[in-house]
């Protein structure tokens, strides 16, 4: 039995695509979840639009994505921390401490994106690598300054 999935499915393929399947499979597994649809001319039709309109709505995350990428490769943020004796901080900068500044330029981003491993406790100069969906990666260059 031909099928169109409508969402990917680990072990057959991607959404859009014609499989076929056992009949038993699809209907006992595929067709209640609501993976799949019987492969007719009008459903095929259906999923060619769906396709399309997955593709049209990847595209453009991926230009809002590469817009967002330049913006963050583009932002520097300084850090005005207090300093004891021989040079060390009173506290550190974390990364609500980055989302917050990043804010504050108009940069909204997940915290889970910055790629801090541990919170920055010392002055200096520090490049911090960002995640964004996809494949794209941004740094944002910041500098811990003392008052």
Do not use: C, W
Not at 47 to 62: F, G, S
Not at 84 to 93: H, I, L, P, R
Not at 109 to 123: F, G, P, Q
């Amino acid at each position: 039995m031909d099928v169109i999935l409508l969402q990917d499915v680990e072990t057959l393929g991607t959404a859009g695509n014609i499989v076929k399947v056992k009949p038993g499979y699809a209907r006992n597994y595929l067709f209640p979840r609501g993976f799949a649809l019987r492969s007719s001319n009008r459903n095929r039709a259906v999923a060619e639009e769906k396709k399309r309109n997955v593709e049209m709505r990847a595209k453009r995350l991926e230009q809002a994505n590469q817009t967002l990428a330049n913006k963050i490769s583009k932002t520097e943020l300084t850090f005005e921390m207090q300093v004891g004796d021989e040079e060390k901080m009173f506290g550190t900068v974390t990364t609500k401490d980055i989302q917050a500044a990043l804010e504050e330029k108009g940069i909204s981003i997940d915290r889970s994106a910055l790629m801090l491993e541990e919170s920055i406790k010392a002055l200096g100069i520090y490049h911090l690598p960002v995640n964004l969906a996809g494949e794209h990666t941004a740094e944002i260059k910041i500098y811990v300054i003392k008052t």
